[in-house]
């Protein structure tokens, strides 16, 4: 069971960091990031493009570092060590990175 939850977590990182770079590439946003129909309270699109861009990749890295790790511990061989400052390390970005969006809705919303 806890296999399914490390690859939909590998899963999320993967298309966060994807549609991450095709936001950036095309200068559209997606409701990846912002939810359905709020693209029209943006002022500034491009600026906030830029300025989550970063963040995003960090947080879709973490979140398929973690959901790898978490398929090691579960699936081939206990890294309890790693798992628990993964896990650590996760909540952490999760925490800064809802810190991020929220300061970039007060900014460019």
């Not at 200068?27 to 912002?34: D, S």
């Not at 790898?68 to 800064?96: E, Q, R």
Request: hydrophobic share 50%.
């Amino acid at each position: 069971m806890l296999v399914l939850f490390d690859v939909i977590i590998f899963i999320y990182g993967v298309y966060t960091i994807y549609s991450s770079v095709n936001m950036k590439k095309t200068r559209q946003l997606t409701n990846w990031f912002i939810g359905s129909g709020t693209v029209t309270t943006i002022r500034d699109v491009g600026g906030y493009i830029d300025y989550i861009y970063g963040r995003t990749l960090i947080m879709g890295a973490m979140a398929s570092l973690f959901g790898i790790i978490g398929f090691i511990n579960d699936y081939i061989t206990p890294i309890h060590s790693i798992m628990k400052a993964a896990v650590l390390l996760f909540i952490t970005v999760c925490i800064w990175f809802y810190i991020t969006i929220s300061r970039a809705k007060s900014k460019f919303w």
